[in-house]
């Protein structure tokens, strides 16, 4: 196995994402070969967590076979050493080795740590811990030239950036922002080009960044202006989710084939594996939010959606749950920027509805006749229908679920129709009774049991309407 490869089980050991096979081979690979040990106790050397390399030299012994391995003859100096005395020495060997090295940023725990701003670069401006339990270090290629102090001012192309802990944000010369969700490993390429190794990343795009790329195992995603997810899973697995504007993505199966194909707002694309190409049905949108969210009270009721669209459509559109998320303006559909749900007047919306998981559809399934969606609930609740009042009630509604006899509004904001263009230019309004153009009637249905509830369509679609929306409020008592 080459040293890269061996290093990339190391991080994630270190980083505590390894999978018990991938273990294995790991302990294989120390128990028969002395230079893998090597690397080993040098990566772990440079490891902010694990700093102290008994930890290391116990993990090697505890390899069976590996008892008799005479330690290396520097830890007994090294663990009388104070921690800082450790890292700085770790960083001094470091700058004379070929091989990648690690150059550690810890956030404190009480408080985020300020900017690092980048002097010696035209790729990136700054890096920002975005959370207070943010771990991270650079992998620098190519500088063993260079003191630590220079290499701690510099990013240059080829230095990967690995994330164990937390949120980073990537703040780049043009104006992009790229988000890491820990665990990441994000490799610099140029100012306009990126590669994920591993993890997941939220992207912002200004206009000044278009044509920003990120590269993975099986794709380039080609930014055109927007803000977009990537996430790669360990064996190169590959989820792309557009938010707002529109991707490019370029990939190839596993029969070589070259395919492209363009993402717009709400669609999602996974290419396995072996690059083949599928729909995402869900998403769970927390998981690529930029912000501090606030951990959640309870276990979420919506558990899972999908639909019976066919597999061979070209619908790429997905359905985004939001776990304990209704409330004013909450955004309502993953395909419409600015349409959001509001009170119908200052009184604000039924104070049942207030912190519920609902579920973000697309406005666009309005339109399929046949549409069946199913809604997976994990627990007993009130399951609730938003239904826009412009639209005949259908059959299913009025069979399976009970009008409340309340409404609630619908702020459509400014919205991009394909066959008039550009439709209410006025910006969204803030709080309840804003700027509230389309009333939508409660509809609920009580579930006693945890279960999969099957919703139909609109029947009689038209284009100024809203599809219905989703929510579900657990059962205080049976």
């Not at 920002?128 to 290499?151: F, H, I, R």
């Not at 989710?241 to 529109?246: A, C, D, L, P, Q």
């Not at 239904?387 to 006899?405: H, I, M, S, V, Y």
Request: glycine residues 8%; contains cysteine.
């Amino acid at each position: 196995m080459d040293d890269t490869k061996l290093r990339l089980k190391i991080y994630r050991w270190l980083d505590g994402v390894i999978e018990p096979q991938e273990n294995s081979e790991l302990q294989a690979i120390l128990a028969s070969d002395a230079h893998a040990r090597d690397v080993f106790l040098k990566c772990v050397g440079l490891h902010a967590e694990l700093c102290n390399s008994a930890t290391a030299q116990n993990y090697l012994e505890s390899i069976q076979g590996l008892a008799s391995v005479p330690p290396d003859p520097s830890l007994s100096t090294r663990r009388e050493e104070n921690g800082a005395s450790r890292i700085w020495r770790y960083l001094a060997l470091a700058a004379t080795v070929v091989i990648a090295v690690g150059l550690w940023r810890v956030t404190a725990t009480s408080e985020l740590q300020t900017a690092v701003v980048v002097t010696d670069s035209e790729i990136l401006d700054t890096i920002k811990p975005l959370s207070t339990d943010c771990v991270w270090y650079v992998e620098q290629s190519g500088q063993a030239d260079k003191t630590v102090q220079e290499q701690a001012n510099s990013f240059l192309a080829g230095d990967v950036i690995r994330l164990s802990k937390g949120r980073l944000e990537l703040q780049y010369t043009h104006g992009t922002s790229v988000v890491l969700h820990a665990p990441a490993a994000y490799q610099l390429i140029t100012d306009m080009k990126s590669r994920v190794l591993l993890g997941r990343l939220t992207a912002t795009v200004p206009t000044e960044g278009i044509g920003f790329s990120v590269l993975t195992p099986r794709a380039t995603v080609i930014d055109l202006g927007t803000e977009f997810g990537v996430e790669v899973n360990d064996d190169g697995a590959t989820d792309v989710v557009v938010f707002n504007g529109e991707v490019d993505v370029d990939y190839n199966d596993h029969t070589n084939n070259h395919s492209a194909q363009r993402l717009r707002m709400g669609e999602a694309v996974r290419l396995d594996a072996v690059g083949t190409a599928s729909r995402i049905a869900q998403i769970d949108g927390q998981l690529y939010s930029k912000n501090n969210l606030q951990p959640p009270t309870r276990p979420a009721v919506i558990s899972g959606v999908f639909d019976n669209i066919a597999r061979d459509s070209t619908v790429l559109n997905y359905y985004e749950i939001v776990a304990q998320g209704m409330q004013e303006d909450a955004p309502a559909f993953v395909d419409r920027l600015a349409h959001q749900w509001n009170g119908i007047d200052s009184s604000g919306m039924p104070p049942y509805l207030v912190g519920a998981d609902y579920v973000k559809t697309f406005n666009s399934d309005k339109f399929h006749r046949n549409i069946g969606i199913s809604v997976v609930l994990s627990a007993p609740c009130d399951l609730y229908i938003l239904f826009d009042d412009r639209l005949p009630t259908p059959a299913w509604l009025q069979k399976e679920f009970q009008d409340t006899g309340d409404n609630i509004g619908m702020d459509t904001g400014p919205f991009h129709s394909p066959a008039t263009g550009w439709q209410n230019m006025d910006s969204a309004g803030v709080g309840p009774g804003e700027s509230v153009e389309d009333t939508l009637s409660v509809w609920v249905k009580k579930v006693s049991e945890p279960s999969t509830i099957l919703l139909g369509s609109t029947v009689t679609p038209q284009s100024h309407s809203n599809m219905y929306g989703i929510v579900a409020v657990p059962l205080t008592s049976p």
